[in-house]
Nanobody, 125 residues
Framework: QVQLVESGGGSVQAGGSLRLSCAAS????????MGWFRQSPGKKREGVAA????????YYTDSSKGRFTISQDNAQNTLYLQMNSLKPEDTAMYYC???WGGGYCSTGVSDFGYWGQGTQVTVSS
């Protein structure tokens, strides 16, 4: 059973930065696609970024490309999302998720079966 616990959310001014962390149970990064997602009230959950250490690839959506960086620390079993140049529209609950890799990774919500409880990010203008 994969367990994920996010932290690092908070309130920042537009243009600021935050780093989200996701602690994962066990050494799963080499075998799992790991992703960050977000959901605002009244909106569908959407992908932000994903990483698959097994093949050394990262994936970003248009909303995160150029501003966010996904990374992981295998020794600490921790996934990160560095978010820079934050905008009010980035306000959402952010979730960490894991999917069995099998050579495939994406930012598609339906591809992920393990989810954390979320951490709130609020960006004020």
């Amino acid at each position: 059973q994969v367990q994920l616990v996010e932290s690092g959310g908070g309130s920042v001014q537009a243009g600021g930065s935050l780093r989200l962390s996701c602690a994962a149970s066990g050494n799963i990064f080499s075998r799992y696609c790991m992703g960050w997602f977000r959901q605002s009230p009244g909106k569908k959950r959407e992908g932000v970024a994903a990483i698959y250490a097994g093949v050394g690839t990262t994936y970003y959506t248009d909303s995160s490309k150029g501003r966010f960086t996904i990374s992981q620390d295998n020794a600490q079993n921790t996934l990160y999302l560095q978010m820079n140049s934050l905008k009010p529209e980035d306000t959402a609950m952010y979730y960490c998720a894991a999917a069995w890799g099998g050579g495939y990774c994406s930012t598609g919500v339906s591809d992920f079966g393990y989810w954390g409880q979320g951490t709130q990010v609020t960006v004020s203008s």
